[in-house]
């Protein structure tokens, strides 16, 4: 959604790396260039000379003149002002004190209204709670029977009384549900409400009749993140009409250019709390200020990566993997598919790698990555028998002939995946060893102080070694000047002999001193 935007304040930003000052010139062509870049991604114009403004005058100040780096101050202030435009903080939803807390949804016809209300199930469901989805869409053909099915996928109940297709009242349908949600013990209510193609005086009526009748907690207008302009247009008629307190993005997963996510915060007021990033029930989450502008900036978005890590990662699975890298037996192949399928459902490779800092720079080759090449390895090792994933250096030229048909591949890719899984455990076993790595079990750091507990290396030369034994070690021992005695016990005095009081050895014309 941001790429083109992305790309372009990326490369704004590099220019400005190799200045050790910033001038009053480079300041104002900074701005145009972040003014062109906000323009082309459709960002409402206002909000644009608002953005540029606080920009261009934070810039002059006293911040960045006095900065150790004037261009990295520059690019977090820059941060700064996204986040803001964007909401500032994470708005979270409001609860009722007494149940059921219910949410309602508004927005035009094609918003994704119905799938979002099955995705927005799905997450409350996932933090503990049981919501109800109420079919008040009763006028857009066969709505009512996609809120079912987005129910039973979402494992969640619904309540649909009207067949819809234009039977039903669905004010009286809302006013319904909040009774049947008490009854059934349901804490939340999802009231997804009819929408048209455009602004009409129906549309809103009918939706500030289910406000009333409800009296909803949260008012959310689902808005399309494609449709560009039109959005600011569409939320502030909303505002007027039925009023919301928040804005859910859909369809960010598109190529759209994106402006409206950030026109529509500053010119409603209203944040934007929740997020769609894709087709299915999991793509969806609370909407982060700060994590979306670091994306923007192409800083990356490990708290998210994180956070998606800890929901599909097992904690005791991944202690015990975690044990066997580090002991360095037992990593088989068995272990290895179970490890890629965790990273699989994470979701599309694409999208793990795009969360890492740098990684717009690398976008054509991003692109490149195909989750199909992590289908097709798990289809060769499952073509495997339990006594091959165990041990893969028991599969020889038949037995890779036989993993090739049953996984539909070429015996060369078989190979190249036993191959590399055999250089793997040597990398995982070198790392365990410590080799290069200071502070790892038998690393160099661990080898040193090992040897010098060990003491010091007892001399070949008996004479050596009597005189070391005898001075009960060296470290106390006084050496005689550079080229004297240095025959005798490498360069230190016998034990007993001591020196007249300014008596200098090295005026003596001793054989072999020159």
């Known amino acids: 959604m941001f790429e083109t935007l992305s790309d372009r304040l990326t490369s704004v930003f590099s220019s400005l790396r190799s200045k050790g000052r910033l001038s009053d010139a480079d300041i104002d062509a900074t701005c145009r260039?972040?003014?062109?870049?906000?323009?082309?991604?459709?960002?409402?114009l206002p909000v644009v000379k608002d953005f540029v403004a606080r920009v261009k005058e934070r810039a002059r100040g006293a911040e960045v003149s006095q900065a150790l780096n004037p261009a990295q101050q520059v690019v977090k202030i820059v941060n700064d002002e996204l986040i803001e435009i964007l909401g500032g903080e994470t708005r979270r939803l409001r609860y009722a004190k007494t149940p059921p807390t219910v949410i309602m949804l508004a927005g035009l016809q094609g918003s994704g209204k119905t799938t979002l209300a099955g995705k927005l199930a799905k997450w409350l469901r996932d933090q503990g709670h049981a919501p109800l989805l109420v079919a008040c869409d009763l006028q857009r053909p066969n709505a009512v029977q996609q809120l079912a099915v987005m129910a039973e996928r979402a494992e969640v109940a619904v309540f649909a009384p009207e067949p819809g297709n234009g039977v039903g009242d669905p004010v009286a349908v809302a006013r319904q549900?909040?009774?049947?949600?008490?009854?059934?013990?349901?804490?939340?209510?999802?009231?997804?409400?009819?929408?048209?193609?455009?602004i009409d005086q129906e549309l809103m009526r009918q939706a500030a009749d289910i406000r009333d009748a409800v009296s909803p907690?949260?008012?959310?207008?689902?808005?399309?993140?494609?449709?560009?302009?039109?959005?600011?247009?569409?939320?502030?008629?909303?505002?007027?009409?039925v009023g919301f307190d928040g804005v859910v993005l859909t369809k960010l997963d598109g190529d759209a250019r994106g402006g409206a996510a950030l026109s529509v915060r500053h010119v409603t007021g209203r944040p934007i709390m929740f997020a769609s990033t894709g087709e299915k029930l999991a793509d969806f989450d609370a909407f982060h200020p700060d994590r979306m502008a670091g994306r923007i900036l192409d800083m990356g978005d490990i708290l998210t990566l994180i956070e998606q890590a800890q929901k599909t990662f097992d904690e005791q699975e991944a202690a015990k993997m975690a044990d066997k890298l580090v002991s360095g037996d037992g990593f088989t192949l068995e272990d290895f598919l179970e490890q890629m399928m965790m990273v699989r459902r994470m979701g599309p490779i694409k999208n793990l790698l795009g969360m890492m800092p740098g990684m717009g720079q690398m976008r054509d080759q991003l692109n490149q990555v195909d989750d199909r090449d992590l289908d097709r390895i798990a289809a060769i090792i499952r073509s495997m028998t339990p006594a091959e994933r165990q041990d893969p250096k028991v599969i020889n030229g038949s037995r890779r002939a036989r993993i090739a048909r049953g996984s539909g591949v070429t015996v060369t890719e078989v190979g190249n995946l036993v191959i590399r899984f055999f250089e793997a455990q040597k990398m995982m076993r070198r790392m365990t060893q410590g080799i290069g790595i200071?502070?790892?079990?038998?690393?160099?750091?661990?080898?040193?102080?090992?040897?010098?507990?060990?003491?010091?290396?007892?001399?070949?030369?008996?004479?050596?070694?009597?005189?070391?034994?005898?001075?009960?070690?060296?470290?106390?021992?006084?050496?005689?000047?550079?080229?004297?005695?240095?025959?005798?016990?490498?360069?230190?005095?016998?034990?007993?002999?001591?020196?007249?009081?300014?008596?200098?050895?090295?005026?003596?014309?001793?054989?072999?001193?020159?």
Request: cysteine-free; charged content about 25%; aromatic content about 2%.
């Open 177 to 198: 549900s909040v009774e049947h949600a008490r009854r059934q013990q349901h804490d939340v209510v999802i009231v997804d409400t009819a929408g048209r193609l455009g």
């Open 33 to 44: 260039e972040i003014r062109i870049a906000l323009l082309e991604a459709d960002v409402a």
């Open 438 to 514: 200071p502070g790892m079990p038998g690393g160099r750091k661990q080898q040193k102080a090992q040897k010098a507990k060990k003491g010091r290396r007892v001399s070949g030369d008996p004479r050596k070694s009597a005189l070391g034994k005898a001075a009960g070690g060296a470290a106390d021992t006084p050496k005689a000047p550079k080229g004297v005695l240095g025959n005798l016990g490498g360069g230190q005095l016998p034990p007993g002999l001591k020196l007249p009081p300014g008596f200098d050895p090295s005026k003596l014309d001793l054989p072999g001193q020159k």
């Open 217 to 241: 907690d949260e008012v959310l207008f689902v808005l399309d993140a494609m449709i560009g302009q039109d959005a600011v247009s569409t939320a502030q008629a909303f505002m007027e009409g």
